[in-house]
């Protein structure tokens, strides 16, 4: 396990909307190495940076070309190892994002698979035996090439899907086993790919739909074990790297596939999503835990994330987000004072957390946008970040039409600037729940975790972590609880809070962290 990840706090960089260094309207990775302090300052110490790999762009970087090139809108290679460099010197870490399920279909490899003739690359990708067999329940693209077969694809139609075997072979003249040489090979070219970027600096990968690689794999057994196998290369060649997967399930993921760390992600109905995601679009009422309204049910995330906490907690960790370039930011439902109980809740949970650029000022969901680079709904949450309240909120010196997508112009739209000098803005509150988040070992990574009160459709929902313990009071009424502890030191707090009689008040929009 790297030392360094249990004390992690990440900052998520989208970066074609992070700071454009040579004013072309697009972010870039100079603009992000300019930009390394303020992260550092806000008290993030380490960075997921969005895929910067050569790309046409139809899934915004996630339809890989060349995974072995800087796509050239953000820079170079030299400036990718000098990025590197230059968060180390800073005492900080940095993930790359790792597309292993499929590619771009523009990209070499694919391009000699596709080829009519048998080659070395032909089994790279899934291939039927001709374009006349296929067979419904595959997404499969057909009649498109000049190779006889159609191909799978794992995304949207432009990303073929790499070829991992079907751990359920059902259809034996197209499908090959996991262990067949062809797919242990792309196995190996992944882990190629990988010890690319680790040997030029980067410290690890957030990999995306990790849990894609194997078909036909509903207990995700032949995946898990790929991924065991890529763990022991790390362990042996770069123990001091970290990878983080988009999995969702961290027993598959962490126990099994051997990743250091799961996220959580916003499924629909799940844990993470009734706390903080379960806005109803067809009543249009807001019935997540973590909002004023008070129609939450804190009992889906407690029944969910305890036992998986439990079950994994000595082997790596489960990330919690506020948000990331795949969902509206929590700011399309919550205002001020919700945005900082819930993300001072994040920032106080087990695990190691995730901050999305912008969050911390409480940027907009621009959900009046159209799609850009296959985005569709998720464009709204990828705007320019707010630098400041000059040309273009300071993202880009380019003319506004040139920016690879709007910033919230309005005048009141939040920036950097401005929220910095209010000290009691949002911007504040998060720096200082990470900073005293960093300060406590207690409240970094996994440690000691304890529910105290979590009751089907209540309030307030308490835990323990370590000697410090967490009362949370989202709804706007005020509750009163049971509670064996006095409240001796508040460290941190919004709202009101008292012990008396053996109960616990917490007034309705409270967040107390505090020593009993
Ligand atoms: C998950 C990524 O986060 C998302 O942005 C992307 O479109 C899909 N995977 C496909 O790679």
Not at 371 to 395: A, V
Request: with cysteine; charged share 25%; glycine share 8%.
């Amino acid at each position: 396990m790297p030392k360094w990840l249990s004390k992690a706090v990440f900052y998520q960089v989208y970066p074609q909307s992070f700071y454009d260094s040579n004013g072309d309207g697009i972010g870039d990775l100079q603009g992000l190495i300019a930009k390394l302090d303020y992260i550092k300052d806000l008290g993030c110490n380490a960075i997921w940076l969005n895929p910067v790999y050569d790309s046409p762009f139809m899934d915004a970087g996630y339809d890989v070309r060349d995974y072995y090139k800087i796509a050239p809108r953000y820079g170079t290679n030299e400036d990718a190892k000098q990025l590197f460099q230059e968060v180390h010197k800073r005492d900080m870490k940095l993930l790359m994002d790792l597309v292993p399920g499929h590619t771009s279909d523009t990209n070499g490899w694919f391009a000699q698979s596709k080829q009519p003739v048998k080659n070395e690359l032909s089994n790279r990708y899934i291939w039927t035996n001709s374009v006349w067999e296929a067979p419904p329940q595959y997404r499969l693209q057909c009649g498109i090439t000049d190779r006889d077969g159609n191909y799978l694809v794992n995304y949207f139609s432009s990303q073929p899907a790499l070829n991992y075997g079907f751990y359920e072979v059902t259809h034996p003249n197209w499908q090959l086993p996991v262990n067949h040489p062809d797919c242990l090979r792309t196995v190996e070219a992944i882990k190629d790919i990988m010890r690319f970027w680790l040997d030029m600096g980067c410290d690890g990968f957030r990999v995306d739909m990790a849990d894609s690689l194997v078909k036909n794999d509903d207990e995700k057994i032949a995946t898990a074990a790929i991924w065991a196998g890529i763990r022991e290369m790390m362990n042996a060649e770069y123990p001091d790297c970290a990878l983080v997967s988009e999995w969702c399930n961290p027993i598959r993921a962490i126990n099994k596939g051997g990743f250091h760390a799961d996220f959580y992600l916003d499924h629909r109905g799940n844990g993470y999503s009734t706390a903080f995601r379960y806005y109803n679009y067809e009543t249009g009422e807001q019935e997540s835990f973590f909002s004023k309204e008070g129609k939450g049910d804190i009992m889906t995330l407690v029944n969910e994330f305890v036992p998986n906490y439990e079950a994994t907690k000595d082997n790596g960790f489960i990330s919690f987000f506020t948000c990331n370039h795949d969902n509206p930011r929590m700011s399309a439902w919550y205002d001020e004072r919700e945005l900082k109980i819930n993300f001072c809740t994040i920032f106080t949970l087990p695990g190691v957390p995730f901050l999305y650029y912008g969050d911390e000022i409480g940027m907009r969901y621009m959900s009046e946008l159209t799609s850009k680079e296959g985005g569709f709904s998720r464009t709204g949450s990828r705007t320019p970040m707010q630098w400041t309240n000059g040309k273009n909120k300071g993202f880009s010196t380019a003319d506004s039409e040139k920016l690879y997508l709007p910033v919230d112009m309005r005048e009141n739209a939040p920036t950097v600037e401005d929220r910095q000098k209010d000290e009691n803005s949002l911007y504040n509150t998060v720096k200082n729940i990470i900073r005293i988040r960093k300060e406590n070992p207690e409240l970094c990574g996994n440690g000691d975790f304890k529910v105290l009160y979590a009751e089907k459709n209540k309030y307030p929902f308490i835990f323990k972590r370590g000697s410090f313990i967490v009362a949370v009071n989202p709804s706007s009424e005020a509750v009163t609880v049971p509670f064996e502890y006095d409240i001796n030191k508040i460290v941190y707090s919004i709202g009101e809070a008292f012990v008396k009689d053996g109960n616990l008040t917490i007034n309705g929009q409270s967040y107390f962290l505090f020593r009993p």
